[in-house]
């Protein structure tokens, strides 16, 4: 059997792994990875981005929407710095990825010489990865790749690095995987919590008179919506969310829906049992936190971490949801129509309450000459074909995109959360997430502030020919923090134009910029103008921007909504 490089390698690995796209820049010292590449291009399809931060957000988006680690290979230290506010995201929304970095040459290792690495490129990622190596020599690229797929792909997600030396690319090497016949190995993870943890988390819920289920990122990313839902609906429960949603855990037109966490305080202090499922209870300091009071608080998650590390639970319970779900479910049997009818309507009148408060929100400005962000989802939800994907990141508006768009179809809405709050993130992401899903339409609701931080990322969906629906919501610049000083109440509230967070002098023309990187873009300012955009976008199949004039009194909006307390 003839010899091959390591880069020939590594590819022959990707495919055998069943890996169908792959991200890269290519540099210097980055050749040989780029003719592998290209050589392969029929089995792996090759993505490219104008830096490497919106390639390795576009990566990250891509392994959320496919539920599975994406590939990404980055230029040397530069890029991998370039690179660190994909990793960030990656570890605090539990996003399994396989991120590698072409390094030093192992010859010149220590010497500080092209692309210098004073020690090892890992460790510049080492908090926020689950695992790191540097690949040893070519021969063993295949068993360390496996391996990091599968750390990555393994409860709870995560990102994994490695370290390629440049040299390593042209090593010769035996090819001693048989693509064709050497499966990769199997692993299963889908695991149940201790059938003890099971009954006593089934004999609270069954013997409980007011249980609230709080769902977390978790149960969509660990696929345990259905199993949720099915709980809820056996118990009666009054269901919540976390209060910054990455991933949705629960559709939001269920009946027993209600809505946040944090807006439901007295609904949680009157609970006698509260189920937290995943859930990231990250605080800001801006709110004080939830209180439990006297419920019996129970957190369920595969990750040993999470259980205790931002509660101190009356019982933590170690397990994937799913079946632990439906374990629970099994053991806590039938309850009395009258004892789950009672929860049941308790938990539909929250819902109904919701749903007038939302629609009270929507009314706000509804008819203002400043397109309130009521109309503007409004127009967008009446023009989205059925099964959008909706990329929620846009700072002040997005409560509303929680709120006031129904959201059926948990898989169908992606946000980032709390713990990984990150500007610029949304434009690159939802790129990804259109790659993974070339079934559905995507759009991405952006604020005009976190657009800029990554904005040349529109020029991938323009070379990949990708029909994503940018819709920027220009209010004039970081609305957002004006808001949040209201909410602090700081006398920063007034410094917005000193302070340079506003994008009036000069004038940022969002739409003229994707047109000049080849997207269709149009700037509108009436409810018309919008809707015939929208309308037009999402009968084309081509990446298209649209610049929304926002009115600015919508980030007082989000103030209010987000110190709101019950409802």
């Keep these: 059997m003839a010899p091959i490089t390591g880069a020939e390698s590594l590819v022959r690995t990707l495919v055998r792994l069943g890996v169908q796209d792959a991200f890269n820049i290519v540099g210097l010292g980055l050749f040989p990875l780029a003719e592998a590449f290209y050589a392969h291009r029929d089995e792996v399809r090759y993505v490219s981005a104008l830096n490497e931060t919106n390639l390795g957000l576009m990566a990250a988006g891509y392994a959320r929407a496919n539920r599975s680690a994406a590939f990404v290979n980055v230029y040397h ?51 926020y990865t689950k695992w790191s190596a540097e690949i040893p020599s070519a021969d ?11 750390i990555a792909n393994t409860p709870p997600y995560g990102p994994v690095h490695l370290a390629f030396p440049m040299d390593v690319w042209l090593e010769q090497t035996e090819d001693t995987e048989d693509t064709e016949h050497r499966q990769p190995t199997e692993v299963l993870a889908d695991f149940a919590a201790a059938p003890a943890a099971v ?122 949801p799913r079946p632990t779900l439906e374990a629970v479910a099994a053991a806590v049997g039938t309850l009395p129509d009258e004892v789950r009818g009672a929860r049941a309507a308790a938990a539909r009148e929250l819902h109904d309450a919701r749903d007038a408060r939302n629609e009270r929100i929507r009314a706000i400005r509804f008819d203002a000459e400043e397109l309130a962000i009521g109309r503007i989802l409004t127009e967008l939800e009446a023009a989205m074909p059925t099964g959008t994907i909706v990329v929620n990141h846009c700072a002040s508006g997005e409560p509303f995109v929680e709120d006031l768009l129904p959201h059926p179809d948990t898989d169908a809405f992606f946000g980032i959360s709390s713990k990984a709050s990150a500007q610029g993130w949304g434009g690159p992401a939802s790129i990804g997430i259109q790659l993974a899903r070339p079934d559905r339409r995507v759009v991405a609701l952006l604020g005009d502030g976190g657009f800029m931080f990554s904005s040349s990322a529109i020029y991938a969906a323009a070379q990949q020919d990708l029909p994503v629906v940018f819709v920027i919501l220009n209010n004039g610049g970081w609305r957002d923090i004006g808001a949040l000083a209201t909410v602090a109440r700081s006398p920063l509230v007034d410094a917005e134009d000193v302070m340079g967070w506003t994008f009036g002098d000069p004038p940022i023309d969002h739409a003229a910029y994707a047109a000049s990187l080849g997207l269709d873009s149009r700037r509108v300012a009436t409810p018309g103008e919008l809707r015939a955009a929208l309308d037009k976008a999402f009968a084309d199949r081509c990446a298209t921007l649209i610049e929304v004039m926002n009115s600015p009194e919508d980030a007082h909006e989000f103030s209010r909504v987000f110190t709101q307390a019950d409802g």
């Design 140 to 150: 063993r690229i295949p068993e360390l790749v496996e391996r990091a797929f599968q």
């Design 199 to 320: 009954g006593r988390v089934a004999g609270l819920l069954r013997t409980s008179e007011r249980p609230v289920i709080v769902t977390g990122a978790e149960v969509a990313r660990y696929g345990a919506v259905d199993a949720t839902v099915a709980l809820a609906e056996q118990l009666g429960a009054t269901v919540l969310h976390e209060d910054k949603v990455a991933d949705l855990g629960f559709p939001t037109t269920h009946p027993q829906f209600a809505g946040r966490l944090g807006a439901h305080r007295a609904v949680v202090g009157q609970a006698d049992v509260v189920l937290l499922l995943g859930v990231e209870l990250t605080e800001s300091g801006l709110t004080r936190p939830v209180e439990f009071g006297s419920a019996t608080t129970v957190v369920l998650s595969p990750d040993p971490l999470l259980l205790t590390r931002q509660l101190r639970p009356d019982l933590a319970v170690l397990g994937a």
């Design 77 to 127: 230290a530069s890029g991998t710095g370039l690179g660190m506010m994909a990793l960030t995201t990656a570890w605090a929304d539990g996003v399994p990825m396989v991120f590698t970095t072409t390094t030093s040459s192992r010859a010149l290792a220590g010497r500080d010489q092209y692309a210098a690495v004073p020690r090892a490129v890992t460790e510049m990622s080492g908090q």
